[in-house]
């Protein structure tokens, strides 16, 4: 069955500091997607990034860039000069297969607060 | 383009009544998924729902149920509530393709069960 990790619970770092935030997945299928979503205490899940199991290129838009290494079974976020509005919740997810019917597994997410 | 919206946005219950939720997704997106966030448990994943069609469920006990309409439209039904069914329920709609597509999430229902 598909796992993921997010070891960090929480994580304060003060504005302007990088901060990367782990995550860690298991999974049998060769096929598979990885995302990451943000939670503002509004409660809403947003989307940042999806990215697909056969495309390891890093990707960066903006303060924010992530790492994917499956010889480590990582999907990394960071982000570059933090600031306030970077404060919320966020997820790792993975889903098998392709089509979107099995659902999203997530992490139990990290905390992020950026202090001023 | 219209977000995901989700009625109602709070709900108070007592134990042993049931509630029905609804979604209504993105213009255009067929495919409609639900999850429970709860302290304890995280996000987990309820069922998704695709022209009508239950395609997937969760682990979760049968008084968990869900429909889809024509329109796309989503309810999910909990039956003889518990006061552990006290959670977030996020609902999320994509466009089901060859590949996958990203989910778009709802602000969630917040439900309490007394």
């Known amino acids: 069955a598909q796992k993921v990790t997010q070891a960090q619970t929480e994580i304060s770092v003060v504005e302007k500091e990088d901060v990367t935030l782990d995550c860690v997945y298991e999974?049998?299928?060769?096929?598979?997607?990885l995302f990451w979503y943000k939670q503002p205490p509004s409660g809403e899940l947003v989307f940042l990034i999806r990215r697909n199991s056969f495309d390891e290129q890093n990707e960066i838009s903006g303060r924010y860039s992530w790492n994917f290494q499956k010889s480590t079974s990582s999907f990394n976020f960071t982000i570059t000069a933090s600031q306030v509005v970077d404060s919320a919740v966020y997820f790792c997810a993975l889903s098998e297969g392709e089509g979107g019917a099995d659902g999203l597994t997530f992490g139990k997410g990290t905390h992020l607060i950026i202090q001023p | 383009k219209a977000g995901v919206t989700q009625t109602p946005r709070y709900l108070i219950k007592t134990r042993g009544q049931q509630v029905t939720l609804s979604c209504s997704p993105i213009?255009?997106?067929?495919?409609v998924s639900w999850y429970q966030q709860t302290p304890g448990q995280g996000l987990q994943f309820l069922f998704e729902?695709?022209?009508?069609?239950?395609?997937n469920k969760g682990n979760f006990p049968g008084r968990f149920s869900g429909r889809q309409f024509s329109n796309s439209r989503s309810e999910m039904n909990v039956s003889t509530l518990e006061l552990g069914d006290s959670a977030l329920y996020l609902c999320?709609?994509?466009?089901?393709?060859?590949?996958?597509?990203?989910?778009?999430f709802g602000p969630g229902t917040r439900l309490t069960v007394l």
């Open positions: 999320a709609s994509s466009v089901p393709a060859s590949s996958y597509n990203e989910q778009f």
């Open positions: 999974t049998r299928d060769t096929t598979y997607y």
């Open positions: 729902y695709f022209s009508e069609t239950q395609r």
């Open positions: 213009s255009g997106h067929r495919s």
